[in-house]
């Protein structure tokens, strides 16, 4: 079994620098990914109200034999519950579906700027996390302006901010701002799901220096910028693999090359937070 590292956030929990994406798995094929994820050494799975899999990412942590203290579990709040009592009642009714009795790491999904809701799910969460009942809190797919008003309306910045980051789209502006404010970076979609990505030369042409596959490759690259990435797999074989990547660095050379891949609007599904409304 392979472990991660860990992060120390900015609330003095701890984070571990990779975790196990689990959108789209759903129901028994969910309930296996997981499993086999955290036999695999996985201590950090992500997880989220609109995936639908909240009782079965709840099912396997709770039947895996592992104290609960050591794995961290990520849910977050949907857009249709913004608002400070609403995002109380859901936090509730995702803590039923987890069948557990804290969450770990809560974070608002998207910022839905255009229902201007957010601060006030935000002062929601910093309760939440004052009761105990979510230990960290953070955001998801927000901008600098967003993160900014969090920290002038409410004194609070979130300790995590999970975003769309790859190689096609590397967040140079937004991981320097998160730097400067310890944030601490969660890349979704960190292989670039269903592009190219893994194909590009400079990518090959590591994988065959280290010896190792392209998206380890990848997944170091993230590790390296210093952003948690949280790759998708079912398969036990490439979560073992995806685990796997704190044997090897890559040069500062190779960081570059990566990083240059990146597009100016190198997004892959179109969720720019500023017009993306999630419901
Ligand atoms: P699968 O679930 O069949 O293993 P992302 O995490 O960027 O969204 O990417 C997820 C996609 O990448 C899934 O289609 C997943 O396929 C695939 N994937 C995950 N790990 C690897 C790997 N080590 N090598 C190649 N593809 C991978």
Redesign the pocket.
Known sequence: MTSAPTHLLADGNSLPAVGL?T?PLKGPDAVAAVSAGLRAGYRLVDSAVNYGNEDAVGEAIRTAGIPRDEIVVTTKLPGRDHGYESTLASFQSSLDRLGLERIDLYLIHWPNPGDDRYVDSWRAMVHLHEQGLARSIGVSNFTEEYLTRLQSETGVLPTVNQVEL?PYFPQLALREFHELHNIRTES???????SDV?TSPVIVRAARTHGV????VV?RWHVQLGSV???????PA??A??LDIFGFELTSEEIEEITLLGRPDGRLFGGDPVTHNEQ
């Open positions: 994406g959108y790859h979704w979609s960190p292989l670039g799901k269903g893994l596959t392209e998206a380890q997944l990435p949280l790759p998708k797999s079912a398969d490439r979560q693999q995806n």
